[in-house]
């Protein structure tokens, strides 16, 4: 039998008990009230020829490519393996806590698997929060134009902080639609003093005029620990022309020094499992000259996909977490997803929280036609708010609620400070949205 295809010897981490497990939300929900609906039949040809090359965050979408949720908690979704965080400050090797870091920027990309759904673009001012047992997260839709979401999350003892914004470009390219989540993203580690940022990978989902959906992460991502000069660099790879290409959802990569010497080898699918081992139990396998392989591993010998252990010396870093039964037929949510609606927040939700919002509800609920309608009651409601302030920038009469720009102190590009106050639970000066 093939090496490359069966697992070997794996060392696991038995000291991080929670592998394979999500993050328990508050909550029982493992379904939803009504299964999704059936798709209107759309020409839906005939709607997007109109859009080809075009940002598509600017444009109207019919309410039946939507999923039940605002963008804002589709972000919410990095937190599902959040203990990774809650753990690194406690491992005693700065390349360990990068690796855990690591291990984290992939897992929060998990729950996209087989997501073929839209959420709904979130209005100007609106919010989400989620407070959990070890640790809670607000966002805000602080830009409209462009559209921008901000967020800022922490663990209960304050191991870890974890912030960012995204800038989401979407573009429909004929046969695929791309999502690009532009805008980096932050951990900070208070008790060990280190820094790790990052920008996510982007999202592709091919066969949008015909034949079945098929979804893929490609590019490059580099976490970096600004502390010390390590740098982790995994490359998404590309699937190819068809869904069952081999290396379809395979990710590859290496974590170098400042000098560029590669110190640990990450392996695994974003789907279902990321695992680490020496750069020479690598070099053994496939009998290749570290030397001459790029940080990324985009030109190592080819080979066939490397599933969990098969590598000498592996260790486990994580596994996702089994999707409920019946999954298929609420969206492909994960556990933690499905209950994002209606988890516990730690107290009065916002007037702004996406919660709120009926026509989310109203999808939820399995009614297309009340989506539709009120989807449109909010948009109108949102542009004739716009109106008296036509010809001036968005920043000259809106100033969001809990976050202010800044620039990235570790990168210095444009960024969102969390400025507090939020879970005091005052929202008597919050914005009426909905």
């Known amino acids: 039998m093939d090496p490359l295809s069966r697992p070997s010897m794996v060392e696991v981490d038995h000291d991080n008990n929670h592998q394979g497990r999500e993050q328990p939300v508050k909550s029982s929900r493992t379904r939803l009230p009504v299964p999704q609906p059936d798709k209107v039949n759309l020409n839906l040809w005939s709607y997007l020829k109109q859009c080809i090359g075009k940002e598509l965050t600017k444009i109207t979408m019919p309410v039946h490519w939507n999923e039940p949720l605002s963008l804002l908690q589709r972000i919410t979704e990095y937190m599902n393996y959040s203990y990774l965080l809650r753990t690194t400050p406690s ?7 990068l690796q855990q870091v690591a291990t984290f920027a992939v897992s929060a990309l998990a729950s996209n698997n087989e997501r073929m759904g839209k959420p ?3 209005m100007l001012g609106e919010t ?3 407070q959990q047992e070890d640790f ?16 800022h999350a922490e663990s209960k003892e304050k191991e870890f902080l974890f912030h960012g914004a995204i800038y989401p470009k979407v573009k429909f390219w004929g046969k695929s639609i791309e999502f690009q989540p532009k805008g980096v993203l932050t951990v900070e580690l208070p008790l060990t003093g280190e820094m790790f940022t990052w920008t996510n990978v982007n999202c592709v989902v091919h066969n949008i005029i015909m034949g079945t959906l098929w979804m893929e992460h490609t590019g490059t991502m580099e976490i970096v620990s600004h502390s010390n000069g390590l740098k982790a660099v995994i490359t998404f790879k590309p699937g190819g022309w068809f869904s069952g290409d081999s290396d379809l959802h395979c990710v590859e990569g290496f974590i170098i020094d400042k000098n560029k010497n590669k110190l640990a080898f990450l392996y695994g699918k974003w789907t279902e499992f990321l695992c680490a081992t ?9 009998g290749c000259n570290l030397a001459k392989i790029d940080p990324g591993a985009g030109n190592l010998p080819k080979h066939p996909p490397l599933l969990l252990g098969a590598v000498p010396d592996s260790t486990v870093l994580w596994e996702t ?8 037929i609420f969206y492909n949510f994960s ?15 916002a007037p702004t929280d996406c919660r709120h919002r009926p026509d989310i509800k109203a999808l939820e609920d399995g009614d297309l036609e009340l989506a539709a309608q009120q989807k449109e009651i909010l948009e109108n409601k949102q542009r004739d708010y716009r109106k008296p302030f036509k010809n001036k920038k968005e920043s000259e009469w809106w100033t969001p609620k809990w976050f202010t720009p800044c620039k990235n102190p570790a990168t210095s590009e444009d960024d969102w400070r ?3 106050g939020f879970w005091d639970g005052d929202f008597s000066k919050s914005p009426q949205i909905f």
């Open 91 to 97: 491992l005693p090797d700065p390349v360990l806590r």
């Open 120 to 122: 709904f673009n979130p």
């Open 128 to 130: 989400y929060q989620l």
């Open 136 to 151: 809670k997260i607000v966002c805000e839709q602080v830009c409209h134009h462009p559209p921008v979401s901000a967020f």
């Open 278 to 286: 020496s750069p020479a139990s690598l070099a053994n396998l496939l």
């Open 321 to 328: 977490a089994p999707r409920l039964k019946d999954s298929e």
């Open 335 to 349: 556990s933690f997803t499905m209950k994002l609606n209606e988890a516990g927040n730690g107290g009065e939700l």
């Open 418 to 420: 969390f400025t507090g």
